[in-house]
């Protein structure tokens, strides 16, 4: 079920929001928790129920060692036992998520090197595996570490499903949200949240449907028709899935943080204005933050940061970067884009060092630039796709042999006007100048409920015209569900 369907808008969301709170209302904490559960893993199993035994299967044996291992701390013994439990826990995960998201990969490229390729059947990637695999491999190692506490099963399955956060992320450590689950006050209906809610998920819904998927259509048509592309073209193509990428990634954030707050559950911000990164450090410190924190806690810190000789530290730099393009598909492409900013982060730290700083625009227009590359790897169908983007991106010629200047000769196979490139543009000043949505939310206060009800009265204009337009025209999925 995705955010901006018309089912999860107007049924699933508003019958979960009911449903809760009138079983909190007649004091019924137990079911109203089951309630959210059985509700979360209905709202995963929408597409596939056959992906249910897998998430149920994961939580009860990712539960079960974390329990076994917060039961004891003392002792040499328990911690030998505790620390094969760690183990088996990491391979466990480390098995389902290999075997479900890369086995396919790896028997294409063995198949490149026999006369006689194995013949498998595809594996279909199961939602969500890699957020719930990252995030309960976190529990266990925090589990390990004795920061985690001997949870009942129903929090702890809540922990993982919530549905706001479940296919998409934030990755969620178990301190952030399990005590809020927990709090007393959290159960009673809170109008300043809802409000906040409501407002942040209309936000995400406008970028999802007004910007992510108008330039969608654009990105598309470049990546799909290649050998069409000149100069124009090629800019076109990249910048358009660049703004894509973002305000996709924004929107699903918003609407999950939005969801979350209805029922008074604060989620850790996962999208922090990364445009206006200076660097591609800063970047990695803006663009999803939960991932970038989870790799920095629980393997770069354990590989050894920065405390080790300088070579190690590029080196541990280099494996962060590696695995982040890893887990975010199973294709050489998502690799080369990994150690493409892996390289670049190299470069920042040894830039750093050296105490020289360039002005700030010039940095951001390297840094733009850099990602804006980046994409086109990430995007593009193969290897000659983007490498036929990145060519025509620096062909001048194509543009100095046309024989019109006009918009319909400069952008050969895109169905676009001066408009669309004109709002392009601002879509990127944007992206630099305007705050975020967690900035507008923590500087927005009503001053009087007149105002309240004013901005009811909009935001329900709004959602109307959002779901005829929904309704008229197909939507799409969020770019980071096929992650």
Partial sequence: MLFNSIEYILLFLPITFFAYYYLISKRLIFLSKGLLVFSSLFFYTWW??????????SIIVNFSIGSEISKAQEDEKARVKNKTLLIFGILFNLAALGYFKYFNFIVDNINLFMTRPFEVEKIVLPLAISFFTFQQIA?????????TREYDFLTYALFVSFFPQLIAGPIVAHHEIIPQFKNIKNMIKNYKNIFDGVLIFLIGLIKKVLIADYFAKFSTAG???????????G????????????????????????????????????????YKSLNIAEFWRRWHVTLTRFLRNYVYIPLGGNRCSEIREYLNIFIVYF???VWHGAAWKFIVWGMMHGAANMFCRVWSKTGLHLGKFIAWVITFNFINVGWVVF????????????????????????????????????????????????????CVVLPNSVEILNKFSLKSKSSAVCLGIIGA???????????????????YFNF
């Fill in 223 to 233: 990546f799909d028709n290649i050998q069409q592309l000149n100069l124009f073209g």
């Fill in 461 to 479: 204009i709004c959602l109307f015209l959002l779901v005829a337009r929904i309704l008229i025209l197909p939507y799409s999925e969020f770019i």
């Fill in 379 to 430: 995007r593009a169908n193969d290897y000659e796709g983007a490498k036929k983007v990145l060519s025509a991106m620096i062909d001048y010629k194509s543009v100095l042999q046309l024989q019109s200047f006009q918009v319909s000769s400069l952008l050969s196979g895109f169905d676009a006007t001066i408009y669309d490139c004109l709002f392009l543009i601002l879509s990127i000043i944007g």
């Fill in 323 to 325: 695995v982040s393009g």
């Fill in 139 to 147: 529990y266990l190692v925090d589990s390990y570490k004795g920061q």
């Fill in 48 to 57: 596939n129920f056959d992906f249910f035994p897998l998430i149920l299967m």
């Fill in 235 to 274: 800019w076109m193509t990249s910048l358009s899935y660049t703004i894509q990428i973002y305000f996709d990634f924004s929107a699903y954030c918003d609407m999950a943080m939005g969801s979350a707050l209805l029922f008074n559950i604060r989620l850790p911000i996962n999208f922090d204005s990364p």
